[in-house]
């Protein structure tokens, strides 16, 4: 079993930072993927950004010179530092797990940022 334990959403204003993080546990296969998707109620799950265990990196165009994505293999972390923040930033943002080898994912629990004044 893996679990995925997820830190760092809240609020913030226009324009603030701030920065997720997720750890996997139990038992980690490698190589796999590691990544953050987001979700606004009555929409689909839209990836944001994801990180592969050689380094190689994929953002969702909204986000690209704001957000960045970085990985701790060692812990098995993974981190998004989101600068720059907008109103349209607004989600529950979900940590990813992947592993390609045995086309298994995990999600986790999700966690809220806000964007407002």
């Known amino acids: 079993q893996v679990q995925l334990a997820e830190f760092g959403g809240g609020l913030v204003q226009p324009g603030g930072s701030l920065t997720l993080s997720c750890s996997a546990s139990?038992?980690?296969?490698?190589?796999?993927?590691l990544g953050w998707y987001r979700q606004v109620e009555g929409k689909e799950r839209e990836m944001v950004a994801i990180?592969?265990?050689?380094?190689?990196?994929k953002y969702t165009t909204s986000v690209k010179g704001r957000f960045t994505i970085s990985r701790d293999n060692s812990q098995n972390t993974v981190y998004l530092q989101m600068n720059s923040l907008k109103p349209e930033d607004t989600a529950v943002y979900y940590c990813?797990?992947?592993?390609?080898?045995?086309?298994?994912?995990?999600w986790g629990q999700g966690t809220q940022v806000t964007v407002s004044s």
């Open positions: 990180i592969f265990s050689g380094g190689e990196i």
């Open positions: 139990g038992q980690i296969f490698s190589p796999n993927t």
């Open positions: 990813y797990y992947k592993v390609l080898l045995y086309d298994f994912t995990r």
